[in-house]
């Protein structure tokens, strides 16, 4: 079992920026995989970025490069999303997740309780 906790969301102006951080606990994590995910009212929740606990190898969403950093502190089992240059349309609760296994953009099956993000125009 893996458990996850985020923090971080609020509220911004566009153009802002917001660091949200998601806190592992439980098995260990050497062939982890973390991603962020984010749904916004009425719509399917959507692959954000991801990162392997043990390389640091890093996945993002075409949305989202070149905004959006996705990182790890081994030390505090953190993983963290640098959100730049926020836009309305990055509104969304954002949700941490956890696999073991390939660092991919589904199939992910532990998951955080979500952090709400919205950005106003």
């Known amino acids: 079992q893996v458990q996850l906790v985020e923090s971080g969301g609020g509220l911004v102006p566009a153009g802002g920026s917001l660091r949200l951080s998601c806190t592992a606990s439980?098995?260990?994590?050497?062939?982890?995989?973390m991603g962020w995910f984010r749904q916004a009212p009425g719509k399917e929740r959507d692959f954000v970025a991801a990162i392997r606990w043990s390389t640091g190898f890093t996945v993002y969403a075409d949305s989202v490069k070149g905004r959006f950093t996705i990182s790890r502190d081994n030390a505090k089992y953190t993983v963290y999303l640098q959100m730049n240059s926020l836009q309305p349309e990055d509104t969304a609760v954002y949700y941490c997740?956890?696999?073991?296994?390939?660092?991919?953009?589904?199939?992910?099956?532990?998951w955080g309780q979500g952090t709400q993000v919205t950005v106003s125009s």
């Open positions: 439980g098995r260990t994590f050497s062939s982890i995989a």
């Open positions: 997740a956890a696999k073991f296994g390939a660092t991919t953009t589904n199939a992910y099956d532990y």
